[in-house]
């Protein structure tokens, strides 16, 4: 099985500097990821990696405690 090298978009509610802190800090624990965005404004998440985007949302919700949107998932091809 090969695993895809995937980005995702989430909508995570950080409404206030240790709402960030709490997301960034979750994001950073999960080995799987390569990259992140954190978007505080539009409340969106974005992180690339090869992982299963479901386990990473549900990893998320569960460290942060709280709701995670996935809005889009995408694959990233090599040009």
């Known amino acids: 099985m090969t695993v895809k090298y995937l980005y995702m978009v989430m909508r995570i509610n950080v409404d206030c ?21 954190i978007e505080k404004k539009q ?4 992180v690339c990696g090869s992982f299963v985007p479901q386990d990473v949302a549900i990893k998320i919700k569960k460290k942060t405690n709280r709701r995670v949107e996935i809005l889009e998932i995408g ?5």
């Open 17 to 37: 500097n240790g709402c960030y802190r709490k997301v960034k800090r979750a994001l950073l624990k999960i080995p799987e990821m390569e990259s992140h965005l």
């Open 43 to 46: 409340s969106r998440v974005i």
């Open 75 to 79: 694959d990233i091809h090599e040009q």
